[in-house]
Structure formats: structure tokens, C-alpha cells
């Protein structure tokens, strides 16, 4: 996967995990958190997600690397460069 | 509820989830049957915790997004209002907290300042922690807050009727819970009652591929050291698990495990238990100035939330009309639900050695019931066409829960830990309670040791 393959996986388990929440102008570099409601529970959902649909096993110790959609890329591209 | 919600969950994210049920329908303490051609559900009076669609950060947001369904699959309908009626004073609720806060600043105009303060603190509090631990008990703290006994208790009389498992008091931080899931966030019900709301639970299950057994309750439980090794159930079958999450109460899950005493029994048996009748009328139940969604009432000077001395005790209790809800159409057959607390061993010693006197007394009581009721309420006799009615000793042979304790044990194990590493407890004993807490329950035990572990 390329880094925009990636951002849109993640932009869709987003869609998936809170389909009540308007991503279309989410800013990459600022935390989730900041600006759409996304909770612990919701969080551990994407974590889920993507051990499911990519098999990316992201330990409790990294979650915070999940903090904005630039670092989710960052983070996940080299986990996903041969999916 | 709360088994099924964490089944989902799991299953979800491709566990191999396997679900055993006693009795031959889902729902617990939440189910429903039919009777003479009717259908009937056991408890809901009210789903809590109802907000419109979208609310930020709600509890039933939370639970529709963990769930994977859609918000409108539950058609809840919004109450009318509520009431607290006590002697010479009544307060109203709605689904908006400020109709509240007016209602008591009415009755009691010397306590609002003090009422505003407690939402303050209501508000404030942080609920999430699960092993937080209060020195206070909730009336302990409502005497710091308010003078006034009498409001104090009318705020207690809804709280304590819907969820608490300890006598005339309640934890602080389950107050607070209640608190915000009744009279700040409020009442709800689906138009076809229980059923609807189990109906999109069992297909979601079965949708993400959990195995349901029903009428295949699990007997005995083998240990070795600290783990579960075998499961055992009536049907003969013996199942192994990496992670057990039971519903079926702390105590009752801890004395399914073979060769193993639970410690200190006492701390954990409840005994909060109630009678309700069911009267199905052959007209609207406003006809009779039943305008109410919910009623909690008292009618004597202090109000006592605790163990019935009689069969029941008439002198509080909750009414219920499932039809003053914001329905599409007008509920089939007009109903009039009435609870009171009543006493589990009477009832289960009558049923025991005399079944006649059983049936009799299941008559007094439902005549003393309405007769303490028709002292602030008209008399809906002439129009009443069918009843049934459930004691104690019914809930205790349907659900299991000890001592027909609807609310469970007095102790919560907010955690659900149990001695045995693979085995937790989730719903009532864990200290979430009613409906929407049961499915929370469910969901946040299956995440924190079957998703995040
Ligand atoms: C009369 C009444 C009215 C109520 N009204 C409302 C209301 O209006 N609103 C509201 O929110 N809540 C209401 N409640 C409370 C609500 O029903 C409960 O809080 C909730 O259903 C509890 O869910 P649970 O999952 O914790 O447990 P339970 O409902 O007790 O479920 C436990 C399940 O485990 C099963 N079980 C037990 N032992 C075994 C075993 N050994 N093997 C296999 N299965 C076993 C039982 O059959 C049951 O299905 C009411 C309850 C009653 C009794």
C-alpha cells in the first residue's frame, strides 16, 4: 500500500467505526480527538479493524501512534507496504 | 442483555463466540411470553437513557456505534412525562432536564439553588472509572446537599426502584449513573416493547456469526488451579473456552465451579424482589386520568425502599402505561403495570407448600396493590379484562438470580473479575444496571478482556 492507500483504509474504518461523524474536512496533522468524537472504545475499534482486515497487530503501548490521521500513515505504511 | 451485547462484540472481531442460554428465549430479566394470545414482556417499563439521535458522547450513542446498529433499528419513542407522587407534594420529569428543575423549584423553592448545585456536581462526576470507591452512600451525600427529607427521598424513590440492589440507599457513583440515565437523559420505548429490542440483538449476533444454545444452561463449571478447563451443560455437552464471560450473577457463577466454595456467600446475595401485576384494559388508560408514563409513588410520611415484611408492601411501588410513549399508533390492548417490592421468601415458601394459597395470595396482594394505588389514582377495575401477575418466586425460576433479586448482588464487581483467570462476570453483578446497562456491561467486559487482553 502507498501512504494515500493507507490514509484512505484508515479514513474507511473511521467511516466504519463512527458512520455518524463528518470526516470530509478532518485536518491530517491535528489529533482525532480534537475534532470528531472518537473515545477509547472507539479507538480500540480501529485497532480491531485493522487486525481484521489487514492483519496489522498494533500493541496497547502504541495506540497513541493513532493520534492523527498523518500519524496513522507514518506509523502504518511500512506495517502495510506489502498488503 | 448483557451477555448478548458481549457476545456481539466478540464476535465481531472474529472470535469464535458460543453463547448458553437456559431458558428457551433470550432476555433475562428482560424477556417476554405470551399468554392466552397476548403477548406480554417481563420488565420493561421504560428503556433509560434515551437520547435523540446524534447526542454527542451519550451512553446510548456509545452503544449503538460499539454495536453496529443503526440508531433507528431500536424505534424508540420518547415518554410523555413522568411523575414522583408523594403525600401532598408531586414533581414531574420529561426527557428535558429543565422541566425537572422547574418541578422543584415549584415544590420546593427553598431547595433550588441547592438542586442546580447537585447537577453541578452530577455532571462533573466521572463514572468511567471502574474501581473508583466512594466513602459516601448517596442519601449521605444528598443530606450534605439538600434540608429538605422529603426531596431527597423523591429523588431517591425513582433511582432506587430502578436500580438498586441495597436496602433504602444506594452506592453514590450508581446514583449518579441512574441519575443521569433517568432524570437528566429520561425514558424511551420501543413500539412493539422488549421484543424489538432483542429481536435486532439476536440478528446482529447471528449476523456476525455467534452460535446461540438455547434451553442448554450451563450446570457445572471444572477447574483447575486458576483457570476454567470445562464447561458443562444440560445437554451433556462439554465445552473449553480461553475467556468465559457469564451473566448469570457472581454468586451463581462462582457456585457453578465444581469443589469450590465462594467466600463470604452473604456479601454477595441480594434480596431486593418485586410483585407486578399486569392489567389489560378494555379501555384507553387515560380514560382514567392515567396521563404518566412512569409513576413512582409513596404514599406514607417517609418513604422505605427495603425488604417487603409482608408479601409485598402497597405503600410504594411504579406504574406503568406503555401506551403514554410518543407511539406511531396506539399500543393493541391498553395496559396498566403496577410493581411493588415484595418479600422473595414468603412467596417462594407458599409456592413451595401450598399452591393454592400461592394463587390466592397473588390475589390479596394484587387487591392490596390497587387499593393503596386508587388513593391518589382513579379505580380502573370496571375496565380491567385480563390479568397476570409475577412474584419473586417467578423471576428467581425464569432468571435464576437469587432470592428473585432483580438488582442483584449488594456488592458490584465493577472490575468482573473473578477468582479464575479466565473466567469474568459481566451485566446486573457487575454494577450496570436495567437494559442499557446490561448491554454496556456486555460491552465493555468483552472489550477489556476478550479484545484488549
Ligand atoms: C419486572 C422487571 C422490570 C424491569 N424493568 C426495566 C425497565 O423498565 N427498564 C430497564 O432498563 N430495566 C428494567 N429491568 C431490569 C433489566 O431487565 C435488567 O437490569 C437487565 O435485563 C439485566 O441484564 P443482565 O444481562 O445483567 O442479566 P439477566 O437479564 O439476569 O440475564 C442473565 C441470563 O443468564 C441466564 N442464566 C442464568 N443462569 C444460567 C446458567 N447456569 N446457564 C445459562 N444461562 C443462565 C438467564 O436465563 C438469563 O437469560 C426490569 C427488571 C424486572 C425484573
Known amino acids: 500500500m502507498t501512504e494515500e492507500e493507507v490514509r484512505s483504509a484508515v479514513v474507511k474504518i473511521i467511516e466504519d467505526v463512527a458512520p455518524d461523524e463528518d470526516l470530509s474536512e478532518i485536518d491530517d496533522n491535528k489529533a482525532l480527538r480534537d475534532q470528531i468524537e472518537l473515545d477509547s472504545m472507539d479507538f480500540l ?18 495506540y497513541p501512534e493513532l493520534n492523527s490521521l498523518a500519524s496513522c500513515v507514518t506509523y502504518l505504511t511500512p506495517k502495510l507496504k506489502d498488503k | 442483555m448483557s451477555g ?26 428482560n424477556s417476554f411470553y405470551n399468554m392466552k394470545a397476548r403477548k406480554f ?38 415518554q410523555n412525562y413522568s ?85 433504602n440507599d444506594m452506592e453514590l457513583g ?24 432483542l429481536k435486532v440483538l439476536k440478528k446482529k449476533y ?35 473456552a480461553d475467556l ?33 401485576s399486569i392489567s389489560c384494559l378494555s379501555k384507553p388508560q387515560t380514560d382514567f386520568n392515567y396521563d404518566a408514563s412512569i409513576t413512582f409513588f409513596n404514599t406514607r410520611e417517609n418513604y422505605l425502599y427495603e425488604d417487603a415484611k409482608d408479601f409485598i408492601d402497597p405503600c410504594s411501588g411504579v406504574i406503568c402505561s406503555p401506551g403514554n410513549y410518543q407511539l406511531d399508533k396506539p399500543i393493541d390492548e391498553p395496559v396498566i403495570r403496577i410493581t411493588n417490592i415484595a418479600n422473595f421468601k414468603l412467596w417462594e415458601d407458599l409456592k413451595t407448600n401450598d399452591i393454592d394459597k400461592y394463587y ?37 425460576r425464569y432468571t435464576g438470580h437469587i432470592n428473585g433479586a432483580v438488582y442483584g448482588s449488594p456488592v458490584k464487581t465493577k472490575t468482573g473479575k473473578t477468582p479464575f483467570d479466565n473466567l469474568v462476570i459481566c451485566g446486573t453483578d457487575q454494577g450496570f444496571l436495567g437494559i442499557i446497562g446490561a448491554i454496556l456491561s456486555g460491552i465493555s467486559i468483552s472489550n477489556l478482556y476478550g479484545l484488549v487482553k
Open chain 2, 41 to 78: 414482556d417481563v420488565g420493561l417499563h421504560a428503556v433509560t437513557n434515551y437520547v435523540p439521535r446524534g447526542t454527542k458522547g451519550a451512553p446510548l450513542t456509545k452503544l449503538f456505534r460499539q454495536l453496529r446498529i443503526p440508531y433507528e433499528d431500536f424505534k424508540l419513542k420518547p
Open chain 2, 206 to 240: 447471528k449476523e456476525v456469526g455467534g452460535e446461540l444454545k438455547l434451553r442448554n444452561g450451563v450446570t457445572k463449571l471444572i477447574r483447575k488451579n486458576e483457570l476454567i478447563t470445562e464447561i458443562h451443560t444440560e445437554k451433556e455437552e462439554i465445552l473449553t
Open chain 1, 45 to 62: 475499534d480501529i485497532v480491531m479493524e485493522l487486525r481484521k482486515r489487514y492483519s496489522v497487530e498494533v500493541p496497547e503501548a502504541e
Open chain 2, 4 to 29: 448478548i451485547a458481549a457476545g456481539i462484540r466478540l464476535a465481531m472481531f472474529d472470535k469464535k463466540v458460543c453463547i448458553l442460554e437456559s431458558h428457551y428465549v433470550i432476555g433475562g430479566l
Open chain 2, 244 to 276: 468465559i464471560i457469564s451473566s448469570a450473577g457472581y454468586l451463581n457463577t462462582l457456585n457453578l465451579i465444581d469443589g469450590y466454595e465462594p467466600q463470604t456467600p452473604q456479601k454477595f446475595t441480594g434480596m431486593m424482589s418485586f410483585m407486578e
Open chain 2, 83 to 167: 411523575e414522583v407522587v408523594f403525600p401532598n407534594k408531586r414533581i414531574t420529569f420529561t426527557n428535558d432536564p429543565k422541566h425537572l428543575e422547574e418541578s422543584i423549584a415549584k415544590e420546593f423553592p427553598h431547595q433550588i439553588d441547592q438542586y442546580i448545585k447537585l447537577i453541578e456536581f452530577i455532571l462533573s462526576y466521572d463514572n468511567l472509572t471502574l474501581d473508583k470507591v466512594e466513602t459516601q452512600t448517596a442519601r449521605e451525600f444528598l443530606n450534605e446537599v439538600f434540608t429538605d427529607q422529603t426531596l431527597i427521598e423523591m429523588i431517591l424513590c425513582p433511582l432506587t426502584y430502578y436500580g438498586s440492589a441495597i436496602e
Open chain 2, 360 to 396: 390466592h395470595q397473588k390475589e390479596d396482594s394484587y387487591q392490596r396493590s390497587l387499593k393503596e394505588v386508587f388513593k391518589f389514582k382513579d379505580d380502573f377495575t370496571s375496565a380491567v379484562t385480563f390479568t397476570d401477575i409475577f412474584t419473586p418466586h417467578t423471576i428467581k
Open chain 2, 174 to 197: 450508581q446514583f449518579v449513573t441512574m441519575y443521569k440515565s433517568i432524570l437528566l437523559e429520561g425514558f424511551a420505548r420501543p413500539d412493539e416493547g422488549v421484543r424489538q429490542i
